[in-house]
C-alpha cells in the first residue's frame, strides 16, 4: 500500500514570496491533515479536512495560509505571503474516517524562508 | 499547563537496558492515544496505540495508559542504536479527530 504523498521535499523562498504544496493521501483515507513543525517541537495542526470539507481550520492563520481539497483526494496548502517565522516542516497526514483512526503521516515539505 | 508534556531529554540509555518514556496529558475527555518516533529530518513513523487502561504489548515496545493519573508511558526493552530518535506523544480528545502532540523526548542508545 502507497503512502501519503507529498511534493516538493524542500522549498527556498524570500520573505513576501509565496510557496504551495501538494498532498495525496493513502487511497481510501478520507480524512487529511496539514501540520506544521517547527524544529524542536511536536507538529501542531493547521487544518484538517473530512472528504473535501473543512473540520478544524481553527489554528491555520488565515491572512495568510490557504488550503484546499477540491475532489476529496489531492490536497494543496498555500502560504502568500511568506514570513520568516513560516519557516517549519510542513506534514500532510491521512486517516479513515472515526475517531480511533490513526494517522500516517507523508515525509514532509522543508520550508526556508529568507 | 500545556495540552501534552514530555520530557525533552536527552535521555540517555545503555544499549540492552528498557528505555522509559513518560507523558501526561491535561485534558480528561482524552480517549485515544499514540506514540510516534521521529527521526532526525524524517517524517513521524507511528509505532503504537492505546486507547484503554493498562499495558499495550507490540513485539519489544510496551505502551502504558493511566486515565485516572493522566499518564501515558512507552517502554522501549532491549534498546538497540536503531531506537535513538525522537518520540513524540500524540492525545485525541473525544469528539473530535485532532491529534495534540508534545514537543517529544530525544533517546540516545548508547553501544
Known amino acids: 500500500e502507497a503512502g501519503v504523498a507529498q511534493s516538493p521535499r524542500y522549498k527556498i523562498i524570500e520573505k513576501r514570496q509565496s510557496v504551495a504544496f501538494w498532498c495525496n493521501p493513502i487511497s481510501g483515507h478520507a480524512t487529511l491533515y496539514w501540520y506544521q513543525q517547527i524544529l524542536g517541537q511536536g507538529p501542531k495542526l493547521l487544518i484538517q479536512f473530512q472528504n473535501n470539507g473543512v473540520v478544524d481550520d481553527s489554528q491555520l492563520p488565515k491572512d495568510r495560509f490557504s488550503a484546499e481539497r477540491l475532489k476529496g483526494v489531492d490536497s494543496t496548502l498555500k502560504i502568500q505571503p511568506a514570513k520568516l517565522e513560516d519557516s517549519a516542516v510542513y506534514l500532510c497526514a491521512s486517516s479513515l474516517v472515526g475517531e480511533n483512526n490513526e494517522q500516517f503521516f507523508g515525509p514532509g515539505t522543508r520550508l526556508t524562508v529568507l | 499547563q500545556k495540552e501534552v508534556e514530555q520530557n525533552s531529554g536527552p535521555l540517555s540509555v545503555p544499549e540492552g537496558a528498557i528505555a522509559s518514556l513518560n507523558c501526561t496529558y491535561s485534558d480528561r475527555g482524552s480517549q485515544s492515544f499514540f506514540w510516534y518516533r521521529q527521526y532526525s529530518g524524517k517524517s513521524p513513523e507511528l509505532i503504537m496505540s492505546?486507547?484503554?487502561?493498562g499495558d499495550k504489548e507490540d513485539g519489544r515496545f510496551t505502551a502504558q495508559l493511566n486515565k485516572a493519573s493522566q499518564y501515558v508511558s512507552l517502554l522501549i526493552r532491549d534498546s538497540q542504536p536503531s531506537d535513538s530518535a525522537t518520540y513524540l506523544c500524540a492525545v485525541m480528545t473525544f469528539g473530535n479527530e485532532k491529534l495534540t502532540f508534545g514537543t517529544g523526548t530525544r533517546l540516545t542508545i548508547i553501544p
Open positions: 492505546i486507547y484503554s487502561n
